[in-house]
């Protein structure tokens, strides 16, 4: 079976989901794909008229072709249904425009929330990489579709509903050795390893740590997540701030290199206001690090019931208290067999699973 995976705003996670399934996929995968020179909204707008023309010129028809988010299918299907109209279509939310949080300066632009809703209506199936992903933006939905003045289509969610399942992300990850038992006359190295932006909040984590300073609890510190803007004050600050601290700060060159240093922490931190599914947190959690996260977005769902109390904090006021506990409960908490939460992700336990489901498009 050919599968062409259309991804116009190619790049991060999205890049690493195409291409770690198409390196493991029984099927034979075809990743057709624009960079994300531009931006993501010029992407969302044109993308589909230039992925159009690029596979017309192909000679190769596919069986099944899956879509991203960052693509309007619905005229992509109408700029190609002579060539392709039969051929069946899944769309992969990776994150959607219509619940994606907005900088508070900033407006939401509901032209791309549209531009999801349209691709999902015309799409074969709709797959998003997590449960609350597809929760959160079908419960969304009524709303944008109420926001005009008639003809609202409520009935577009129960359909859209009907064809929506959960697809997570894998995980490229090595085999992985057992940790050795940590020095416990050591201070523990606390790991940031998301994007230094708005969503992320990392100001959030920058004052637990200042709480845990004024408070003489000794850490080290990792971060290695992607800097927007690198000459942003918050991050020059920061990084100041902590050189004394810090093993390393800075986005990791290459794989190897940024596992290491996931296998170096003790402690993963988020206090991110969105995470439709959290593969950089899960990375962590594979290497060992005991994770602490806001008992909201998809974190609730990867970590097990029976380890919320240890790992959920309520909200940002509480995570500074929450990660001193969590420090002080660390010799029993890096008992717990991390490894074994994020080993259903890895791609040798989900490809079967992505096959699967595309397969079962092909009329």
Known sequence: MLIWWLDPFHGGSHAAVASGYAARSTHRVRLITLSQAGGWRWR?????????????????????????????LATFRALTYRQLGHIPVALYFHENQLTYPIPPERKRDYTFAWINFTSALVADA????????RRDWLAALPGMLRRYHDYHELQTVEQIAAKAQVLPPGLDLPPLPP?????????????????WEYDKQPHVVMAALEYLAERGVRFRLIVTGEHIDPNAPDLIAARRRWADHTIHWGYAGDRQTYLALLRQADIVVSAAIQEYFGIAILEAIACG????????????????PEWHADCLYADDADLPNALARLIGDLPRLTRYDWSAVANPYRWENLVDQYDATLAGLVR
């Open 44 to 72: 969302m707008r044109g993308g589909a008229v230039t992925l159009a023309r690029l596979v017309a010129d192909l000679s190769e028809r596919p069986d099944v072709i899956v879509a991203t988010d960052m693509l309007d």
């Open 289 to 304: 690090c005991v994770p602490l996260l806001p008992a909201r977005l998809n974190y609730p769902d990867l970590i097990p």
């Open 126 to 133: 709709v797959l998003f990489n997590s449960a609350f992903h």
């Open 179 to 195: 940790r050795q038992p940590r020095d416990p006359t050591a201070p523990p190295v606390i790991l940031w390893n998301a994007r």
